[in-house]
């Protein structure tokens, strides 16, 4: 048995191959930093994308996101029913409170950039709305049977994107952001928010404080 790259090397007439092998064989440390550069890239690219949802081409992606689900969802074969959670009245819902939203921030959109409530809303609107198209690629003729695993989906989505929109419409009253606003009224749990996360309204899920 040869094992490159530690202290046990049974020495044998064909050593000089074992160790033209490790000569040959990339050192693991280089591996691992091309990795981790690649991961820092992805990740930077991620945050920075995220600061930017007020950009144009991404606000223009948003937009045509939405329409493409609506339209998919306006197929008469889908013959979606006009009850809450009702897709076909949410998005459009949606993309008027957005539409709001930037008409009061029109002159300072450097400062709507900088909410991050915003601009987790965006990111979290854009995903959801592939996931929807997805299901329509992939179920395909199934996305017209209400009893299909692909239909159960897109009514929990449906679900999603109204919880969104009311989330959406409580932070951005009249499309003004009022979200730091919110008080938590319960003593014990206040002052376990503001222990964890000091006075951030916002925060990621971290396994630690379930500790």
């Given at each position: 048995?040869?094992?490159?790259?530690?202290?046990?090397?049974?020495?044998?007439?064909?050593?000089s191959n074992v160790k033209q092998s490790c000569r040959n064989r990339p050192p693991q440390h280089k591996n691992l930093s091309t990795i981790f550069s690649k991961l820092h890239v992805a990740i930077t690219d991620a945050c920075t994308h995220q600061r930017n949802a007020?950009?144009?081409?991404t606000l223009d992606k948003t937009w045509k996101l939405m329409d493409k689900v609506v339209k998919l969802c306006q197929?008469?074969?889908?013959?979606?029913?006009?009850?809450?959670?009702?897709?076909?009245?949410?998005?459009?819902?949606?993309?008027?409170?957005?539409?709001?939203?930037?008409?009061?921030?029109?002159?300072?959109?450097v400062s709507l950039d900088s909410n991050e409530?915003?601009?987790?809303?965006?990111?979290?609107?854009?995903?959801?709305?592939?996931?929807?198209?997805?299901?329509?690629?992939?179920?395909?003729?199934?996305?017209?049977?209400e009893n299909s695993h692909y239909r159960r989906n897109l009514t929990k989505l449906s679900l999603v994107f109204s919880h969104m929109?009311?989330?959406?419409?409580?932070?951005?009253?009249?499309?003004?952001?009022?979200?730091?606003?919110?008080?938590?009224?319960?003593?014990?749990?206040?002052?376990?928010?503001?222990?964890?996360?000091?006075?951030?309204n916002l925060e990621k899920l971290r396994p630690s404080i379930l500790l």
């Open positions: 048995r040869r094992l490159c790259g530690t202290r046990h090397f049974k020495l044998q007439s064909s050593n007020t950009e144009k081409r197929h008469q074969k889908m013959n979606l029913k006009n009850s809450p959670p009702f897709i076909l009245d949410i998005l459009p819902d949606t993309y008027q409170r957005l539409k709001l939203i930037y008409s009061k921030y029109e002159n300072n959109m409530h915003f601009n987790i809303f965006i990111n979290n609107l854009m995903r959801k709305c592939k996931q929807a198209i997805k299901l329509f690629k992939e179920g395909k003729e199934k996305m017209f049977d929109l009311s989330e959406l419409k409580a932070l951005f009253p009249d499309g003004v952001f009022a979200g730091d606003q919110f008080r938590i009224t319960k003593s014990d749990a206040a002052e376990f928010w503001k222990t964890k996360f000091g006075n951030s």
